[in-house]
């Protein structure tokens, strides 16, 4: 049946991420978690599977049930913004299917790729992509911050994309990059500190999540896609640690994870042959951290921090955590629209 609202090409945005997978279409946003499970089926005392030795496998939410069970691999197949495991595709595919997509060959296809990605590896993702996927009207990848610079609506600008596992920086003047980096700390860094204070002060050995959503504190929800969950603190029954008891070490991540991001940026200013650039003026801050908020006065700490390091302010996308998907649907539209 053809969907009569929708032109037969369809623009889509898409931005997988190591912890999440995000992409638009029109105005439907899709986020998911960025995880693969298979789990072989040992018992007969299953309820819901119950034919032993069955393999289950399974993406996004549902991958995260099954990995509760024993026997089950849990796979990260984005790691450090690089493919680590071609199941990458399967997260790909429950793009196309989640966005109804009835025939790849009608995606315009956008998508980004970390900033020192090779020739080589960007040939290997278009080969798996079209081999998985089918071959799509127009597949275009630009480096990783690129969509938040188009979705902001500047041709120059440094963006910083604060991420789960790296903190991507792109460097770009009318609209030519002239650099960039990625700096391999990121959310996973503050989660670490404060789930290391917590096992060594406390005792309690917390999955990274429960930590996540502890530092967080409020539920993160898009669409009906929760991304964190609110909790206040994290107890086994007898010791409770609260978001107050971690108040301090979250603080310290943070300071030196700024600290360190300013010094990057700054280091990268300082190699071009002026400073009178718009590359240099207008930095645009991007990417799911940045919207952390002080639990208790909801500043952005993140923001606020950096906006210290930096002495400046600094520009921010109307939604810092679809700025990428947002940007690069923009994209695929223009291509849409060029070959109309
Ligand atoms: N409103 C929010 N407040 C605080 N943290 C948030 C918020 N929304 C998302 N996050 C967290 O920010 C982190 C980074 O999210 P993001 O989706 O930008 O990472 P990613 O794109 O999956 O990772 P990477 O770019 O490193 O591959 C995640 O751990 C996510 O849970
Ligand atoms: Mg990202």
Not at 31 to 38: A, D
Not at 104 to 123: E, K, R
Request: proline letters at 3%; hydrophobic letters at 40%.
């Amino acid at each position: 049946m053809v969907n009569k609202d929708r032109p037969k090409e369809q623009a889509i945005g898409l931005d997988v991420g190591t912890s999440t997978v995000k992409a638009v279409t029109g105005d439907q946003k899709i986020i998911f978690p960025s995880v693969y499970c298979k789990r072989l089926v040992k018992s007969v005392w299953d309820e819901k599977y119950k034919a032993e030795g069955l393999v289950i496998e399974e993406i996004a939410h549902k991958a995260i049930e099954v990995a509760k069970h024993e026997d089950s691999i849990l796979i990260r197949p984005i790691m450090e913004g690089q493919i680590r495991h071609s199941v990458a595709v399967k997260l790909v595919q429950e793009v196309y299917k989640r966005l109804d997509v009835k025939n790849p060959g009608d995606v315009i296809l956008v998508t980004g790729l970390p900033y020192d990605v090779s020739v080589h590896d960007i040939n290997n993702i278009e080969k798996l992509l079209t081999q998985t996927l089918g071959e799509a009207r127009e597949l275009v990848i630009y480096p990783q911050s690129f969509g938040t610079l188009i979705d902001v609506g500047l041709d120059s600008a440094t963006i910083i994309n604060i991420g789960h596992s790296t903190t991507g920086l792109l460097i770009v003047e009318n609209l030519t990059v002239l650099g960039g980096g990625t700096e391999p700390k990121a959310t996973d860094y503050i989660i670490s500190q404060v789930r290391s204070h917590i096992i060594k002060n406390y005792g309690l050995i917390s999955d990274p999540e429960t930590v996540r959503d502890l530092i967080v504190c409020k539920e993160v929800k898009v669409g009906d896609t929760i991304v964190c969950n609110y909790i206040n603190a994290i107890s086994d029954g007898y010791t409770t640690v609260t978001r107050e008891d971690v108040d301090s070490v979250t603080m310290d991540a943070i300071n030196f994870l700024c600290e360190k991001i300013a010094h990057d940026v700054m280091e990268m200013h300082s190699h071009l042959p002026t400073m009178n650039l718009g590359c240099v003026q207008n930095i645009v801050l991007s990417g799911g951290l940045s919207k952390l908020q002080n639990p208790y006065n909801k500043e952005y700490i993140i923001k606020d921090t950096l906006e210290k390091e930096l002495k400046r302010t600094l520009l921010w996308p109307e939604d810092a955590l679809f700025s990428e998907a947002n940007g690069f649907y923009k994209l695929a539209l223009e291509l849409m629209q060029g070959q109309g």
